[in-house]
């Protein structure tokens, strides 16, 4: 689910620095006027980083989610999983679908 298509997000809940996540398991979620969604975990590893700055600005993840609505940071444990990943056009491509 694009941010778009959430609408105005009003909470983000994330994963705790230091939690190791796994490749597609829930790791938080995301409430908007519109709906909550889970937020999924893209690869395995340990969170190193979250924006704290969503906790009071998560509008951020609508007007700014790939520069400073970004959401965590993982060390990755299995960087082979990077390669089952979609580029940025298939991935536009398959939500338009």
Partial sequence: MSSKSLGDVV???LPEVGATIEQGE?????E????????FAPV?????AINEDLGSRPSLLNKSPEDEGWLFRIKLSQPEELDEMLSEG???KQCES
């Fill in 90 to 92: 298939d991935y536009a």
């Fill in 44 to 48: 395995s590893g340990e969170v190193v």
């Fill in 11 to 13: 909470f983000v809940e």
């Fill in 32 to 39: 908007s006027v519109k709906a909550a969604s889970d937020v």
């Fill in 26 to 30: 829930p790791v938080g979620a995301v």
